[in-house]
């Protein structure tokens, strides 16, 4: 059966965000000569999801459609899946397949860890006791979406010494960053680590460095340090090839949600 893969970014109006999408896109396909992996963006971008869509369809037979997406929000829930049904309607002898988008689990975790290791370095490995963290993120309308960061946040501090592991938010969401920083500093922490949770640079990147730079300047007593997006981490590229594999055969191992859990020992008593 002839497939393509068709990875879906979701465009800036940062150009060098989308230029680094495409660099993604490069990548991945290097690594798989035999896939045939499109590309394009639900917003902000050339090559928009209903053209991605058609393009991917011409002289497939099957079409996986892989969200380069860390959280679920209305892009993932109600955006992409309608401009399948159009496919579907367009190409009606072409299989359409939803791969999940990338989610919050163990891969993104051990991300966070590789980032705040990094960023601990530049602060000489500092007492855990006395350094926060703060995973940022996005922040949507979503109530779903924020409590996938949540639920990272909550996995990194189980992970940690750190007293202090909390989320904000660049926008939409509270608390905001500033806030944050603020509990932390009258909660006595004297380093602070921020971990922005994004894939690409973008706008938000840009805003995320500003507001850095005027904390640094607000807080001249506090050592602050932070991690970068994680688009090209070699994580990223496994779990987009197992959201693949999985769609072309059911009978893959699936990424569950108790992978890496304690419970994985016992699973004859562990259902799903």
């Known amino acids: 059966m002839k497939t393509t893969v068709l990875l879906v970014g979701h465009g800036s109006r940062n150009q060098a965000g989308n230029a680094e999408i495409e660099t993604f896109h490069q990548q991945w396909q290097a690594q798989h000569p035999d896939w045939h992996i499109e590309l394009c963006f639900i917003e902000l971008a050339p090559v928009l999801l209903p053209e991605g869509l058609n393009r991917a369809a011409k002289d497939a037979e099957k079409v996986i459609v892989v969200p380069l997406i860390i959280s679920a929000a209305g892009h993932v829930k109600v955006e992409i899946p309608e401009f399948i049904a159009a496919a579907r309607l367009q190409n009606p002898t072409v299989e359409f397949v939803y ?9 993104m975790l051990n991300i966070l860890q590789k980032q705040l290791k990094s ?33 990272l946040t909550r996995w990194l501090f189980e992970e940690t010494e750190h007293e202090l592991v909390d989320m904000a938010f660049t926008g939409v969401a509270f608390p905001r960053l500033e806030t944050t920083v603020q509990r932390q500093t009258q909660l006595g922490m004297t380093q602070i680590v921020v971990l922005p ?68 020992e016992h699973a004859h008593s562990h259902h799903h």
């Not at 791969?99 to 891969?107: C, D, I, V």
């Not at 855990?128 to 963290?133: A, D, E, M, Q, V």
């Open 197 to 264: 949770y994004y894939l690409f640079s973008g706008l938000l990147i840009d805003r995320i460095a500003a507001q850095m730079a005027r904390l640094t300047t607000q807080y001249p007593h506090i050592a602050f340090a932070s991690g970068t997006y994680f688009g090209f981490d070699a994580d990223i590229f496994k779990l987009l090839d197992q959201r693949v594999l999985e769609a072309i055969d059911p009978n893959e191992p699936k990424i569950l949600e108790c992978d890496g859990c304690q419970y994985r």
């Open 119 to 151: 960023a601990l370095k530049t602060l000489a490995m500092p007492d855990p006791k006395t350094t926060g963290i703060i995973v940022l993120g996005r922040g949507s309308s979503d109530k779903v979406a924020n409590g996938e960061l949540a639920k």
């Open 99 to 107: 791969a999940p988008h990338l989610g919050s689990n163990e891969t």
